[in-house]
């Protein structure tokens, strides 16, 4: 990101946020941090900031944005994933050991539900 548009982006949060105000020093601080970050993106989380805070942002809060958003959709599963996981589990056998454990777990349940044994 250039610092041009650096500008751009202190220029957008004053419009949004009228106490916002930057000089010189603002403008080469967030400058050398948001070099390697990409304008496009950074301006878009801003927007999606904007929309959900009511205090200008700080520099991190853009950053982390785009952060924020890439680890969410990560840990969500597209529909092919969840298909996977899905039928994996259906191949799945329970061990005689899981088995028993169910049966057990069944008759505490009938006993407090206060029902006789299967026929």
Same mark, same amino acid.
């Given at each position: 990101?250039?610092?041009?548009?650096?500008?751009?982006?202190?220029?957008?949060?004053?419009?949004?946020?009228? $106490?916002?105000?930057?000089? =010189?020093?603002? %403008?080469?601080?967030?400058?050398?941090?948001?070099?390697?970050?990409?304008? +496009? *993106?950074? +301006?878009?989380?801003? #927007?999606?900031?904007?929309?959900?805070? =009511?205090? !200008?942002?700080?520099?991190?809060? %853009?950053?982390?944005?785009? +952060?924020?958003?890439?680890? *969410? @959709?990560?840990? #969500? !599963?597209? #529909? &092919? &994933?969840? =298909? @996977?996981? %899905? @039928?994996?589990?259906?191949?799945?056998? !329970?061990? =005689? &050991?899981? %088995?028993?454990?169910?049966?057990? $777990?069944?008759?505490?349940?009938?006993?407090?539900?206060?029902?006789?044994? !299967? @026929?």
């Amino acid at each position: 990101m250039t610092k041009a548009e650096t500008l751009e982006l202190l220029k957008l949060i004053k419009t949004y946020y009228e $106490h916002f105000e930057f000089d =010189q020093t603002k %403008l080469d601080g967030w400058a050398r941090i948001l070099k390697p970050e990409n304008y +496009e *993106r950074i +301006e878009a989380n801003l #927007i999606v900031y904007v929309k959900y805070n =009511q205090f !200008p942002p700080k520099v991190a809060d %853009l950053i982390k944005a785009k +952060e924020a958003r890439t680890d *969410r @959709s990560a840990a #969500i !599963p597209n #529909i &092919e &994933e969840t =298909q @996977s996981y %899905l @039928s994996e589990l259906d191949k799945a056998e !329970p061990t =005689q &050991e899981e %088995l028993e454990q169910i049966e057990q $777990h069944k008759a505490k349940i009938r006993k407090l539900l206060g029902i006789g044994e !299967p @026929s």
